[in-house]
């Protein structure tokens, strides 16, 4: 596929996982604005909706691991949700308020439940944030859901099945040249016993016009090592790390 707006960016992409979950609250207006302070351009975040619709930018489908309230977000309006504190300081944060309180920032989206489809979508036009978003989930239907309601100005990331298309990809001889239907693989180093990120994956990808992401990473000799492959993007919970690592490899802009 054609390189996105969202992926035209120069050297690798540094990630903050859920703003940066080892640093502040995940998922939070605070832990998010501390990453772009640090100069980060890209984040990663999560989406729920609630009962009534609105996209909430979290992770889990409940409320009860990391707030002081309970109950799964689905079957919650937002009213109640929103009187929960995550880790009892931080306020829920709604998917329109990260995209507006950083409009310069691009965002990686994940929609963790069905039900989060329609209120994605929703938000992603009537704020205009399609081309400075990627959406990738576990799930190649609701991907696939989202790209189809929005278009292909969408940057999306493989789903399972992609990602053992690539995989498959990255077994034949090295000229073949694999055809993709998404902008990303965003992946773990190593999954159900096998290494996912390694040269001929990597090299398969990019010969296939497809970048690689590669989660969630927060020791630097890791993250120096998969740089060294030639990953084009790292996730983490530890922004000030991998910043630090970027900055050392001549990667960072400020």
């Keep these: 596929m054609a390189r996105h707006p969202y992926l035209d960016v120069h050297g690798p992409i540094a990630f903050a996982h859920r703003g940066g979950a080892e640093e502040f609250p995940e998922n939070t207006l605070r832990a998010f604005r501390h990453a772009v302070d640090l100069g980060y351009t890209h984040v990663e975040t999560d989406v729920h909706a609630t009962a009534d619709g609105v996209a909430v930018?979290?992770?889990?489908?409940?409320?009860?691991?990391?707030?002081d309230a309970h109950g799964a977000i689905a079957q919650l309006a937002w009213s109640d949700v929103r009187r929960a504190s995550v880790a009892g300081t931080d306020p829920m944060l709604r998917l329109d308020e990260l995209?507006?309180?950083?409009?310069?920032?691009?965002?990686?989206i994940d929609p963790k439940a069905d039900s989060a489809v329609g209120?994605?979508?929703?938000?992603?036009?009537?704020?205009?944030a399609?081309?400075?978003?990627?959406?990738?989930?576990?799930?190649?239907?609701?991907t696939r859901?989202?790209?189809?309601?929005?278009?292909?100005?969408?940057?999306?990331?493989?789903?399972?099945?992609?990602?053992?298309?690539?995989?498959?990809?990255?077994?034949?001889?090295?000229?073949?040249?694999?055809?993709?239907?998404?902008?990303?693989?965003?992946?773990?180093?190593?999954?159900?016993?096998?290494?996912?990120?390694?040269p001929a994956v990597v090299a398969a990808?990019?010969?296939?016009?497809?970048?690689?992401?590669?989660?969630?990473?927060?020791?630097?000799?890791?993250?120096h090592r998969l740089l060294d492959l030639g990953v084009d993007g790292i996730?983490?919970?530890?922004?000030?790390?991998?910043?630090?690592?970027?900055?050392?490899?001549?990667?960072?802009?400020?």
């Design 99 to 108: 995209l507006e309180e950083l409009p310069g920032t691009r965002i990686n």
């Design 130 to 142: 399609v081309e400075r978003v990627c959406v990738c989930s576990f799930s190649d239907r609701r």
């Design 205 to 223: 990808a990019h010969r296939g016009g497809v970048a690689v992401h590669v989660w969630t990473i927060d020791d630097a000799a890791e993250m």
């Design 57 to 67: 930018a979290f992770h889990d489908d409940s409320l009860d691991r990391v707030t």
């Design 145 to 198: 859901q989202v790209r189809d309601r929005i278009g292909d100005s969408l940057c999306v990331g493989a789903g399972p099945a992609g990602i053992a298309r690539l995989l498959a990809a990255s077994a034949r001889l090295r000229w073949t040249r694999s055809t993709f239907d998404f902008h990303a693989a965003q992946v773990p180093v190593r999954a159900k016993g096998l290494t996912v990120v390694r």
């Design 119 to 128: 209120p994605l979508v929703e938000v992603l036009q009537r704020t205009g």
């Design 235 to 254: 996730m983490t919970d530890r922004p000030s790390v991998l910043r630090q690592v970027m900055i050392d490899r001549g990667h960072w802009k400020d």
